[in-house]
């Protein structure tokens, strides 16, 4: 009787012997190599973003404000990013399509532009499209400019090349609204 039990155990005490990383290739240190180098550009692919050229002008602060929509931009959740920056700021938006003039009860608009490129992400087959740069400014109803912010794509590395459009987005708007630069 002990024969019976003793058979059904054998092939479980030998795959116990085994260890983990032979079962998945023989050469387990490659194994981490490959798994690191993704893991490695994987971060720098989704790395932080940051404002540069911005310039401001000192400005009472600014409540609400108005987004002159641009249906020529390629970058559908773009408007949706910036409004979601400006709550996260307390400022308040709507969107017009149109000339800013033909909208009286708007005081401050925010223009924008939109540059995309097209990759292929890390761990992914196919292209998408990301957002390479980007330029926002305020002006008050009349045309003057209140403040202007930019966001560059870290050309060099492609740094945060995948990163949402709304953490690359993130602190161009507060540097629009406040004037500092990260």
Not at 109 to 122: D, F, I, K, R
Request: glycine share 8%; with cysteine.
């Amino acid at each position: 009787m002990a024969r019976v039990i003793a058979r059904p155990l054998l092939p479980a005490a030998g795959a116990s012997l085994l260890s983990a990383c032979s079962i998945f290739s023989p050469l387990p240190a490659w194994e981490l190599v490959k798994a690191t180098g993704n893991v490695g550009s994987t971060a720098l692919a989704y790395g932080s973003s940051r404002a540069s050229q911005t310039v401001h002008h000192g400005d009472a602060p600014v409540t609400s404000l108005c987004i002159a929509y641009q249906r020529d931009t390629p970058a559908p959740d773009f408007v949706p990013a910036l409004q979601a920056e400006l709550r996260e700021l307390r400022i308040s938006s709507r969107v017009y399509e149109g000339a800013p003039a033909a909208q009286p009860g708007c005081q401050v608009w925010l223009h924008y532009s939109v540059q995309l490129e097209w990759g292929t992400p890390p761990l992914s087959s196919g292209y998408q499209a990301y957002i390479q740069s980007a330029s926002l400014t305020l002006r008050q109803a009349d045309g003057r400019v209140m403040a202007s912010s930019s966001y560059q794509l870290d050309t060099r590395f492609g740094i945060g090349r995948w990163a949402s459009t709304r953490s690359k987005l993130a602190p161009v708007v507060k540097a629009l609204i406040t004037g500092f630069e990260n």
